[in-house]
Every structure is written in C-alpha cells, then in structure tokens.
C-alpha cells in the first residue's frame, strides 16, 4: 500500500487562491469518490475540511473546495487568510483490502 | 458532543506491546453506521492510518502492519483498544483515535479525533 502523493509545499498571498494536488492509482483515488482532505496546525490533531471529493462538514468555510480528475484529487483553497497556514493531508478509500491510504502531506505558507 | 481520549503508556520498550485505548463520551460505539480508527504521526511526519473497526467489529489493517496489530472494541466500556507487538524506534509516533461515519462523512474520513497521546519507543 503506498502513501498518495502531495507536493511537500505550497504558498501564496493573503487572499490569493492555491491549489493542492493528491495523486494516487486507480485502486484508490481514481476507483472511489471517497477521497478526504485534513488541516493540521502544529500541536494539534488534524481536522476533516472534505470529505467524498468535494464535500464540507458544517463549519468550514466556503472558501475549501475539492475536485477529482483520474487518479489526481485537488484541494484549492481561495482567499488565503493567514489562519490557512497549516498542514494538509489528502486521504482516498482504497478498497476492503487496503481500506484506507493517506498522503505525505503539503505545508501551505500564507506569504 | 462525542469526544474522544487516548489513554495508555508513554514509554515502550523494543520488542514489546504497545496497547492503547480510546474511550468513547457522547456516544455509543456500536452506533449503527459508525467506524473508528487509530491513526498515527512519528515525529515530523506524516499520518498514517493503522487501522479501523466498525460498530459491527469488522476490522482493517494496514497491510504494512497487519501482521502486528489487533484492534478491537468493548462496548460494555464504550472503548476501543490498539495492541501493536514487536515494537521498534520505528514506531514511535503520536497515537490518535478517531471516528468516522458511513452516513454522514462516506468511508475513511474521520470528523472527530482524540487528542492524541504520544508513545516513544525506547530501552
């Protein structure tokens, strides 16, 4: 089972728009719409922000967004604000053999 | 509100059994349509899931770890339990638990999570 890939790093400016990507195969990310993305600032456990691809849990805003194509799923993250600077990790269903897979994570920078 | 909290030793040896718990306020495990994972973080790193179990007590591993880890859940404790053996420095990590829900958030995503409980391998 190998972890999805994430660019380690991603940045942009106050109220810029950033798009993360997460690619997998087509036993994880391109076989189910069951992809989730998690925020994580340092010390603290990580928080659902998507979930089923482009799907928000009540309280986040508006401005996370995600999206699949084949094997890569997106998140973007519009009108950076400096509360936006965090961890972000991607995670797709992979199967009842392998259930679930997590990638290596990006570090969004609010410039 | 559920809530979760890790509970268990900070301070393994190599070779032996890691064994943490998560006790489950706010809510039943064996919910229809819940599932709860173990999830964990080694310093400086990313996450990785190691497992779930769902309120019918079907489980799933991480085929990496498969072969060293039991999960399991008790409902009359309203608790669920990791055993991970043969522990090495390689396994040191933050230990979180957390829930998911097959109505409400789909399959492998979690909403809620614990606070995490940080277990170091060492002699």
């Known amino acids: 089972q190998s972890a999805l890939t994430q660019p380690p790093s991603a940045s942009g400016s106050p109220g810029q728009s950033v798009t993360i990507s997460c690619t997998g195969t087509s036993s994880d990310v391109g076989d189910y719409d069951y992809v989730s993305w998690y925020q994580q600032h340092p010390g603290k456990a990580p928080k659902l922000m998507i979930y089923e691809v482009n799907k928000r849990p009540s309280g986040v805003p508006d401005r996370f967004s995600g999206s699949k194509s084949g094997n890569t799923a997106s998140l973007t993250v519009s009108g950076l604000q400096a509360e936006d600077e965090a961890d972000y990790y991607c995670?797709?269903?992979?199967?009842?053999?392998?259930?679930?897979?997590f990638g290596g994570g990006t570090k969004l920078t609010v410039l | 509100q559920l809530q979760l909290q890790e509970s268990g030793p900070g301070l393994v040896k190599p070779s032996e059994t890691l064994s943490l718990t998560c006790t489950v306020s706010?809510?039943?495990?064996?919910?229809?349509?819940?599932?709860w994972g173990w999830i964990r973080q080694a310093p400086g790193k990313g996450l990785e899931w190691i497992g779930s179990i769902y309120y019918s007590g079907t489980t799933y591993y991480n085929p990496s770890l498969k072969s060293r880890v039991t999960i399991s859940g008790d409902t009359s404790k309203n608790q669920f339990s990791l055993k991970l053996t043969s522990v090495t420095a390689a396994d040191t990590a933050v230990y979180y638990c957390?829930?998911?829900?097959?109505?409400?958030?789909?399959?492998?995503?979690?909403?809620?999570w614990g606070q995490g409980t940080m277990v170091t391998v060492s002699p």
């Open positions: 706010g809510g039943s495990i064996s919910s229809i349509s819940y599932y």
């Open positions: 995670s797709s269903y992979a199967g009842s053999n392998n259930w679930g897979v």
């Open positions: 957390s829930r998911g829900s097959t109505v409400t958030t789909g399959l492998c995503a979690f909403d809620i």
